[in-house]
Nanobody, 120 residues
Framework: QVQLVESGGGLVQSGGSLRLSCAASGSIFSISAMGWYRQAPGKQRELVATITSGGNTNYGDSVKGRFTISRDNAKNTVYIQMNSLTPADTAVYYC??????????????WGQGTQVTVSS
């Protein structure tokens, strides 16, 4: 199976920055897409950003121009640099990845989530 360990969440003032990391481990043969989603209280989970193994990125409209996603394929790790944060960015941020296990079965996994709180 695949485990995702997220880090980097916390409390930051409006206008500040945070960087989240998510490392995947387990019986992984290859990873396709890695990404971040978020869920605020009372709202549906929404896309933050995704990145393919080839480096193609996709961002949610609300974070374009402020957030940057990147990944280190050698470390099976994805990062999200979040700048110009506002209280509207307050949410639990979840890492997600999919790919192929060492037994050639596909997988999709979610991290446990990390809280990001932006104070005004």
């Amino acid at each position: 199976q695949v485990q995702l360990v997220e880090s980097g969440g916390g409390l930051v003032q409006s206008g500040g920055s945070l960087r989240l990391s998510c490392a995947a481990s387990g019986s992984i043969f290859s990873i396709s897409a890695m990404g971040w989603y978020r869920q605020a209280p009372g709202k549906q989970r929404e896309l933050v950003a995704t990145i393919t193994s080839g480096g193609n990125t996709n961002y949610g409209d609300s974070v374009k121009g402020r957030f940057t996603i990147s990944r280190d394929n050698a470390k099976n790790t994805v990062y999200i640099q979040m700048n110009s944060l506002t209280p509207a960015d307050t949410a639990v941020y979840y890492c997600h990845t999919n790919g192929v296990l060492s037994g050639y079965r596909s997988f999709g996994s979610w991290g446990q989530g990390t809280q990001v709180t932006v104070s005004s």
